[in-house]
């Protein structure tokens, strides 16, 4: 007799909050979300551009900002830049299976915003599992 199996892998964020974070008035904000791989993940998170840019344009660079990435279940406690995050940064965790793991994103601003107006940036957050794991 033979018998085999097989399980497909797996591994999605999920933002509670629908993945907007509004930091008008506040020097930092927060927002949980959920990881759920059956294998160990790598997280890749990237800015589209580089700090928070205002949408009249009269600003030249962009606001810049610290974010705080925090997986504490399987080891990811990492704070970015958002001049880092102007290209793809990668982080796994220590090779645990993140099942239902619960994780954070804080962003700090790193000085008010001078400029009457909306202030945005898209932060892309993608997760995949790990074959080898290890630290990028």
């Known amino acids: 007799m033979t018998m085999f199996g097989e399980v497909d892998t797996y591994c999605f964020i999920d933002f509670s909050s629908g993945g907007i974070l509004n930091i ?24 589209s551009s580089g700090g928070l840019v205002l949408d009249d344009k009269f600003q030249q660079q962009p606001n810049e900002y610290f974010l705080h990435l925090l997986v504490s279940s399987i080891g990811i406690n990492k704070t970015f830049s958002s001049k ?36 945005k940036d898209v932060i892309t957050i993608d997760v995949s599992p790990s074959i080898n794991g290890g630290i990028y």
């Open 24 to 47: 008008s008035n506040r020097i930092s904000n927060s927002t949980p979300f959920e990881i759920d791989c059956n294998q160990p993940l790598t997280i890749s998170i990237w800015s």
């Open 84 to 119: 880092d995050i102007s290209s793809v940064q990668r982080v796994t965790g220590n090779n645990d299976i993140p099942f239902n793991a619960k994780g954070s994103i804080r962003i700090i601003m790193e000085e008010d915003f001078v400029f009457s107006g909306e202030y």
